[in-house]
């Protein structure tokens, strides 16, 4: 059974950046698919981003396109979203999201999520 942790959530200001992290316990998550969802206040839950197990191949919600990246360290066993040119339409709860088999994209989450990690975003 493997657990994810997020981490990297906070406050910041419109325009800022944060960068988050999605740790596993329990297993190597190196060989699985990896993404990133958020829940905004109200809202349902939607896909951000999604990364496959080599880090080859990359999912964006077009949303945040060109504003977000999503990269991985096998050798860490861990996946980081780094969030640049925040604003206030990307506060919501971030989700880590991974699957063994199951690619992580837009209409496509794993099976195995995080607790969550607050982004607040201020204008």
């Known amino acids: 059974q493997v657990q994810l942790v997020e981490s990297g959530g906070g406050l910041v200001q419109a325009g800022g950046s944060l960068r988050l992290s999605c740790a596993a316990s329990?297993?190597?998550?190196?060989?699985?698919?990896v993404g990133w969802f958020r829940q905004a206040p109200g809202k349902e839950r939607e896909f951000v981003a999604g990364i496959n197990w080599s880090g080859g191949r990359t999912y964006y919600a077009d949303s945040v396109k060109g504003r977000f990246t999503i990269s991985r360290d096998n050798a860490k066993n861990a996946v980081y979203l780094q969030m640049n040119s925040l604003g206030p339409e990307d506060t919501a709860i971030y989700y880590c999201?991974?699957?063994?088999?199951?690619?992580?994209?837009?209409?496509?989450?794993?099976?195995?999520w995080g607790q969550g990690t607050q982004v607040t975003v201020s204008s």
């Open positions: 999201n991974a699957d063994p088999s199951t690619t992580v994209r837009p209409g496509t989450a794993g099976n195995y």
């Open positions: 329990g297993r190597t998550f190196s060989t699985w698919a």
